[in-house]
């Protein structure tokens, strides 16, 4: 629900249904979901232009999906960051981001 309410603009919403889903996420021990639901609450902030709040959810989602191994949802986060980068002309952290995504993309083949 609360995705379908960010791509419609409905930001408070969309916030609401998401904390929803991330408490119910801590509330039943699910990491990787938690993971998940931090990072579409990451993208939340960045399509509203809340910089420091999508940069700090990006930096815990990074970590979450480390602690739990998926090195997909890694590459997500980073790049999910160098995208927040990239709107704010901050381009040597972009293409800082965008390696370490790569990085992780590389990994995942390697493991394939």
Do not use: P
């Amino acid at each position: 629900m609360g995705l379908a309410q960010r791509a419609l603009g409905e930001w408070e919403n969309a916030e609401r249904h998401l904390r929803a889903a991330l408490e119910l996420a801590t509330e039943t021990s699910d990491a990787h979901q938690e993971a998940s639901v931090l990072n579409a609450l990451g993208m939340l902030y960045r399509l509203q232009g809340l910089w420091g709040e999508g940069e700090m959810v990006y930096c815990e989602v990074q970590l979450r999906f480390h602690d739990v191994g998926d090195f997909y949802g890694e590459s997500q986060a980073w790049s999910n960051l160098g995208s927040l980068y990239l709107q704010r002309d901050r381009w040597t952290d972009a293409i800082a981001c965008y390696k370490k995504s790569l990085d992780f993309v590389r990994a995942l083949s390697d493991r394939v």
